[in-house]
C-alpha cells in the first residue's frame, strides 16, 4: 500500500537525520567532522545494498534518497548552527 511506502520513507528519514545528528553533535568541534558526514552516506549505501543478500528484504532507491535527505538536512543543519555561532 501507498501508506505503508510513505511511512517507511518517513522512518528511514527520521533515522537517519537522528543518527547524523547525534554524530554530528559528537564531533562538532572535530578535524574529523566531514569524514563524520562521509561515513553516514558510506553507511546508508552499504545498509541498504546489503539487503540484497537479506532473504525477505529488498534494495529500495527510496530508501537510499530518504537516508540521504536524513543525512543532507541534518549536515545542513549543523553547518548553520556552527556559522551562528562565530558570530
Do not use: T
Not at 541498504?48 to 532507491?61: G, T, Y
Amino acid at each position: 500500500s501507498h501508506l505503508f511506502m510513505y511511512a517507511n520513507i518517513i522512518n528511514h528519514f527520521i533515522a537517519y537525520f537522528y543518527v547524523s545528528m547525534l554524530g554530528l553533535c559528537l564531533y562538532l568541534r572535530s578535524h574529523n567532522f566531514h569524514k563524520i558526514v562521509y561515513g553516514l552516506f558510506f553507511l546508508s549505501i552499504f545498509l541498504e545494498v546489503l539487503q540484497f543478500i537479506v532473504p525477505r528484504r529488498a534494495f529500495e532507491i527510496y530508501d537510499v534518497s530518504a537516508n540521504f535527505a536524513g543525512v543532507l538536512i541534518a549536515y545542513c543543519i549543523i553547518k548553520i548552527y556552527k556559522s551562528w555561532r562565530k558570530l
